[in-house]
C-alpha cells in the first residue's frame, strides 16, 4: 500500500486521516450527549419539620424553615448554573492555565465546572473542548493533504448521480469539521442566543453524512478506505 494516493486507490495517509476523522467526531458526538443527560438532580428543599408548619410551629421555627429553604434553592441554582456554563469554564481554564492544580476549575461544591473532576482528572467539558480543538486540528490536516496528494478515480460502481452527490456531501463535511466546533466556541464565549446556529451546523452534519454513508453502502464502495491493498480499477 503506498503512502499517497493514486489510480491504485486511496493511500495510507488519507485512510488514517480519513478513521481518525470518525473516530474523533463518534467520541465528541458520544461526549456531548452523555453531558447533556448528566443533568443536576432534583433536590427537595423543604425542611425536616416544615409539615408541622402552619399553626403548629412558632415564628422563630417558620423564619428557620424558610431560611433553610432558600439556602437550598440557591445552592441548587448555584449547582445548575455550574452545569450550565462547565464547558464555558473548560474553555477558560483551558487558555489561562488554570484546572493545573489540585482543585482549580472546580465549582463551589467540588463539581467539575472546569478542566478537572472531582477526582482530579479531566472532566467531561474539558473532553468536550480538547476532541473540538482536535477535530478542527485535522480538517486542517485533511485540507493540506488533499492539495498536495491527488484524488483516485471513481470507483466505476458509482454513477453520475452518486459522484455528485459524494462530492457535495465530503466537502460539506470537510466544512462541518470547521463549523461545528467555531459555533460551538462562539457559543461558549458569546451568547446562548447563538444556539440555533450550532444546531443547524449539526443537522446539516447529518444531513450530509446520511447521503455519505448512504451512497457508499448502496454502493458497496467501503472497500475503497478499508485496510487492504486496493486494485487500480474496480
Known sequence: MRWRNGDQGYGIVTKVLHWATVALLAAQLAVGYVMDD??????????????RSGGDTTDAEEDRFDRLEEA??????????????????A???LWSGGGSGSGAGS????????????????????????????????????????????LPPWD?????T?????????????????????TGIALVVGSTDL?????AAHLCFYAALVAHVGVVVRRRTV???LWRRASAVR
Not at 465546572?113 to 485533511?142: C, E, F, K, T, Y
Open 38 to 51: 448528566a443533568d443536576v438532580p432534583d433536590v427537595d428543599c423543604d425542611p425536616a419539620g416544615e409539615d
Open 107 to 150: 465549582g463551589p461544591d467540588g463539581g467539575a465546572a472546569g478542566l478537572l473532576d472531582a477526582s482530579g482528572g479531566l472532566g467531561l467539558p474539558a473532553w468536550h473542548v480538547l476532541l473540538g480543538l482536535a477535530i478542527v486540528a485535522i480538517g486542517v490536516l485533511r485540507v493540506v493533504w488533499r492539495r498536495t496528494t491527488p
Open 162 to 182: 452518486d459522484r455528485k452527490v459524494l462530492h457535495h456531501a465530503e466537502r460539506t463535511l470537510l466544512a462541518m469539521l470547521f463549523v461545528v466546533p467555531a
Open 91 to 93: 474553555w477558560s481554564d
Open 195 to 199: 444556539l440555533p446556529l450550532h444546531i
Open 156 to 160: 466505476p460502481r458509482l454513477t453520475r
Open 72 to 89: 437550598c434553592e440557591q445552592a441548587q441554582d448555584v449547582r445548575e448554573q455550574d452545569a450550565d456554563d462547565a464547558v464555558g469554564s
Open 223 to 225: 472497500g475503497r478506505m
